[in-house]
């Protein structure tokens, strides 16, 4: 059985361009959510999506983040423009269940960005 | 803001002790709580959760909750150097920062 699959596992990029991270979920999983992590502030909840529908995007840090799931079996992350502040590893997670369930997450192996 | 507040460590215990990890959080009307491991460089993965004030084991891990006190705990008895990882609480999809744990042989 697969688990969420995210691409790439590493992006370096330089700082003005764009980043667009890719995630599947778990087939079954109803949510997904975006987490970035780092040393400073830990894992942050960026945006859920249930049912393809973004829920709460209150996470998302501003505008040059975007994030969109076109159906059940995809979802991207994008950066535009990329800053060196945004150097993180990023997860997506999923779950049968909405977030005010009691299901917990499932996890990708994350993809690891620098912005230099 | 729902807040999720660990002890960032290091918490470095012998081999064959108890560790005992602790968080505390702020929403009062939280249901759910869970403990996620993550090994350096790797993704977390859920070791337990619980949802009802109390303990509950498995194996050699026992989650704590008391809702009144708004604090859940885990205890790892018999620690090994493998249980060497950054235990993440988390209530329902918020996370405290974590608690590094290192077994020393």
């Known amino acids: 059985d697969a688990g969420v699959i995210q691409s790439p596992r590493h992006e370096v990029t330089e700082m003005g361009q764009e980043v667009t991270l890719r995630c599947k979920p778990i087939s079954g999983h109803n949510s997904l959510f975006w987490y970035r992590q780092t040393m400073m502030r830990g894992l942050e909840l960026l945006i859920y999506f249930n049912n393809n529908v973004p829920i709460d995007d209150s996470g998302m840090p501003e505008d040059r983040f975007s994030a969109k799931m076109p159906n059940a079996s995809f979802s991207t992350l994008k950066i535009q423009p990329s800053e060196p502040r945004d150097s993180a590893v990023y997860f997506c997670?999923?779950?049968?269940?909405?977030?005010?369930?009691?299901?917990?997450?499932?996890f990708g192996n994350g993809t690891r960005l620098t912005v230099t | 803001q729902k807040e999720v507040e660990q002890n960032s460590g290091p918490l470095s215990v012998p081999e064959g002790a108890i560790a005992s990890l602790n968080c505390t959080y702020s929403d009062r009307g939280s249901q759910s709580f869970f403990w996620y491991r993550q090994y350096s460089g790797k993704s977390p993965e859920l070791i337990m959760f619980i949802y009802s004030n109390g303990d509950k084991e498995d194996g050699r891990f026992t989650a704590q909750l008391n809702k009144a006190s708004q604090y859940v705990s885990l205890l790892i008895r018999d620690s090994q150097p493998s249980d060497s990882a950054t235990y993440l609480c988390?209530?329902?999809?918020?996370f405290g920062k974590g608690t590094k744990l290192s077994v020393k042989p």
């Open positions: 997670a999923s779950s049968p269940q909405g977030q005010g369930s009691n299901s917990p997450l499932h």
């Open positions: 988390a209530v329902r999809t918020i």
